[in-house]
């Protein structure tokens, strides 16, 4: 899943209008050391007028650069795989546990 970046016109790249939501920050965090994934919900509106929501995840790797600040990165290394691969499947399970659909499809 990856997220949909809204354009200057206030649609989304697929032409779907974006409907804010009451909240602008994630929805969960999981983290396993540097290793983090995030689940962010996103309220959409279909042509029709329709509303509905979908849930995206955003996974990253937090590391401090040679002036000690601190980044995040979307690559991992080899040992954050495990990591990886645990707060990926952390986050299956709570959207599965909460309900949310197994495939989410987007209709233009």
Sequence with gaps: MQAIPIGQNGQTSTGLPHVPSESKGPEKKFR????CATIWKNDRQRPTGESFSYHTISLERSYKDQSGNWKTAGSMRIQD???AALVIQEAYRYLTLSGAPAEEVIVE
Excluded: E
């Design 32 to 35: 396993a050391g540097a290793v």
């Design 81 to 83: 795989l495990p990591k």
